[in-house]
């Protein structure tokens, strides 16, 4: 019974020490790894970052790159259409035209109202007369003429048709008829909105203003945005 | 991580400098001009006109009407262009009405044409013309109105289109 009870503790010994030894490497273990991964990333797994970071930067400014590529052509092709658009011609084959100066810009003007006018007087031509609106139309012109201190006295003529009256107003040097234009204007704003100039010469040497005054107006007067 | 953030940062602010470097030409835009700045026509009857940031009319005691005149500031035509546009907006009220004639000058003072209207109601919206060979490169154009008394009136202001 004695033998058999000191083998028994041999035995009990034995297990507590293996226990107590694998507990030990355990424990070395688990301080030898967690220990170094909290405290510190492993070379290799820095390095593997540190590459993806830097393609990922190498590719946006890769990108960047081929960004102001593109704004450089863009520029570029601006700069063309600019310069066409200044210098629109009517044709291809015309090459586009050198800034105007002062005073071709003004004859340009001059040349283009003179073909508008042109359009006007001969429109004025073509209509026909409408001998009770005519008649109506005129004694209005008349009234507004004669209503006002300084064109009262100033010759004139006038001729109405269909929707058109005719004003020759004789040009005496002093350009009164500029300062009155906008007492005409708004006097006769009820049934002849429209009006368009034209200087003419006369017999007299000193010209004429020819005033077309219209009817019609220039647009729509109810037309809103 | 931080390295990261600030160098997407850098990448992304000098995209954003490159960019800065176009310059677009500004295209020909629309030009409002309150009337406010409108100017009596007649002196000395400036006393008579009130001006605020709503527009301009005549005040409450004044008992007749008054002409103002307007600059109306605009763009030269693109060379296509066939006519020039203009929004001349306002107010009438209690029975009253305005009545306005929108003008071209050369650079000599020529008259060149005008094109006018009296508002058809208490609100105006309206849209006037002149065709293109009347608003040359270097004419100058202008609004006079006639302000209803007792403030009955506002000229708001002018569009001019393009």
Redesign the interface.
């Known amino acids: 019974m004695s033998t058999h009870d000191g083998t028994a503790s041999v035995k009990l010994v034995l297990t507590v020490f293996a226990f107590v030894a694998l507990g030990i490497a355990v424990f070395v273990f688990l301080v030898t790894n967690y220990g170094r991964r909290d405290a510190s990333p492993r070379p290799e797994r820095v390095q593997v970052v540190s590459h993806n970071?830097d393609k990922?930067?190498a590719q946006?400014?890769q990108q960047?790159q081929e960004?102001?590529g593109r704004?450089n052509s863009?520029?570029s092709q601006?700069t063309q259409l600019?310069a066409g658009a200044a210098h629109?011609v009517p044709t291809r084959d015309v090459k586009p035209a050198e800034p105007l100066s002062?005073e071709e810009?003004?004859a340009?003007?001059r040349e283009?109202?003179k073909?508008?006018?042109a359009g006007v007087e001969q429109s004025f031509a073509n209509e026909r007369v409408d001998a009770s609106w005519a008649t109506r139309t005129a004694s209005k012109v008349a009234t507004t003429f004669d209503g006002d201190d300084v064109l009262k006295g100033v010759a004139h003529t006038v001729e109405c048709r269909s929707q058109t009256c005719r004003v020759q107003i004789e040009d005496d040097g002093s350009?009164q008829?500029?300062r009155r234009?906008?007492f005409i204007?708004?006097g006769?704003?009820?049934v002849l909105?429209?009006?368009?100039?034209q200087?003419v010469d006369t017999a007299t040497g000193r010209g004429a203003?020819v005033l077309y005054m219209s009817s019609q107006?220039?647009?729509?007067?109810?037309?809103?945005? | 991580m931080k390295s990261r953030f600030v160098k997407l940062f850098g990448v992304a602010y000098g995209a954003l400098l490159a960019t800065a470097g176009v310059v677009v030409p500004a295209p020909a835009a629309n030009i409002n001009t309150n009337a406010t700045e409108c100017q009596a026509q007649f002196w000395p009857q400036e006393a008579d006109i009130v001006h605020t940031e709503k527009g301009i009319s005549t005040g409450s005691t004044v008992t007749a009407s008054r002409w103002i005149s307007c600059a109306i500031p605009r763009s030269p035509l693109a060379p296509t262009a066939t006519s020039g546009s203009f929004y001349i907006d306002g107010d009438s009220q209690n029975g009253q009405w305005m009545v306005c004639s929108l003008a071209s000058y050369d650079f000599t003072g020529t008259f060149l044409g005008s094109s006018s209207f009296s508002s058809p109601g208490p609100a105006f919206d309206i849209l006037l013309s002149l065709p293109a060979a009347q608003l040359g490169y270097w004419a100058y154009t202008g609004i006079t109105c006639v302000l209803p008394p007792n403030g009955n009136g506002t000229l708001r202001g002018v569009t001019s289109l393009q």
């Open positions: 970071d990922e930067v946006l400014v960047v960004l102001q704004l863009l520029k601006m600019d629109a002062v810009q003004r340009q003007d283009r109202l073909t508008y006018m350009n008829l500029a234009m906008p204007a708004i006769l704003a009820d909105p429209t009006i368009s100039a200087h203003t107006p220039s647009t729509p007067p109810t037309a809103a945005k």
